[in-house]
């Protein structure tokens, strides 16, 4: 075979791989702009059902805006009858490219109501998504910021250690929306 021949067949190769990877993208660009607003709705919902879920007799939430959070927490929500708050967490456990989403709903008097723990998909099974159990959930029902009572669980040190360490920041959050309430019925 000459050496023209070769050099269109190697160019040939990579023309013909290109083309593929480049129908490959958009074909990727294409179910990810079907799937997307479904991804997303499936989220709020999810993220509706743990709200209610931790805060029960709720009148709806309200996002409180312009206060600050720490790294974990991502939302701060506030029961419109006055029942309680509730913090979204975002923990990074084992594996911190998957990090869970944690609600968490406190009482007016800052004890916690409930948490609930809406993904652990980076967890393993079995180990770290033992977060997800009540056995683990339960324990921070009516505790307040020291967690005084609350015990990581053997084998899952990691998952379980960041989940506490996020609501134990969570309260900071808290405080600061407890604050920035007070503040605006202040000024009604």
Known sequence: MSKTKKMNTSVKSIIVLVAICLFIAVAMAAVNMVTAPRIEEQQRKAEQEALAAVVPDNGGFE????????????????????????????????DSSKPMSVAVGYKNDGSITKMVIISASGETSGIGSKVTLPDFTSQFEGKTETLE????????????????????????????????????????
């Open 63 to 94: 996002k409180i805006e312009n206060i600050d959070l720490p790294e974990s927490v991502s939302a701060v929500y506030r029961d419109k009858d006055g029942e309680g708050l509730v913090a979204m967490l975002t923990v990074k456990g084992y």
């Open 149 to 188: 009572g609350v015990d990581a669980i053997s084998g899952a040190t990691v998952s379980s250690g960041a989940v506490i360490d996020a609501v134990k920041e969570s309260f900071t959050a808290i405080n600061s929306a407890v604050n920035s309430v007070k503040e605006a019925q202040g000024n009604e």
